[in-house]
């Protein structure tokens, strides 16, 4: 059984940063994709960042992009997502998440999920 735990977040202002830590136990390597997703209150959960783990090609979304980076320790079997200038619209409840799927964006493609962790930007 695969097993997630995040940290990292926090409280920060504006154009700050953070780094999110996701530490994975149970490590299988047949595990296509580690991502990170955000829930704000009110809204759906959205796909932020993801990582293919044979390759290390990375995906963002469009909101991320040019702010926030996924890289992954395959040594340490961590996956960390670096978020600079950090904006308001990006509060919320950050996930790490794990799966054997393709389409990384969607959150039936992942099989194990974190517990999550909170991150507050306030302008």
């Known amino acids: 059984q695969v097993q997630l735990v995040e940290s990292g977040g926090g409280s920060v202002q504006a154009g700050g940063s953070l780094r999110l830590s996701c530490a994975v136990s149970?490590?299988?390597?047949?595990?296509?994709?580690m991502a990170w997703f955000r829930q704000a209150p009110g809204k759906e959960r959205e796909g932020v960042a993801a990582?293919?783990?044979?390759?290390?090609?990375?995906f963002y979304a469009d909101s991320a992009k040019g702010r926030f980076t996924i890289s992954q320790d395959n040594a340490n079997n961590t996956v960390y997502l670096v978020m600079n200038s950090l904006k308001p619209a990006d509060t919320g409840m950050y996930y790490c998440?794990?799966?054997?799927?393709?389409?990384?964006?969607?959150?039936?493609?992942?099989?194990?999920w974190g517990q999550g962790t909170q991150v507050t930007v306030s302008s």
């Open positions: 998440a794990a799966g054997f799927g393709s389409s990384w964006r969607e959150v039936d493609e992942y099989d194990f």
């Open positions: 149970g490590w299988t390597y047949s595990m296509k994709c």
């Open positions: 990582i293919r783990v044979a390759s290390g090609l990375s």
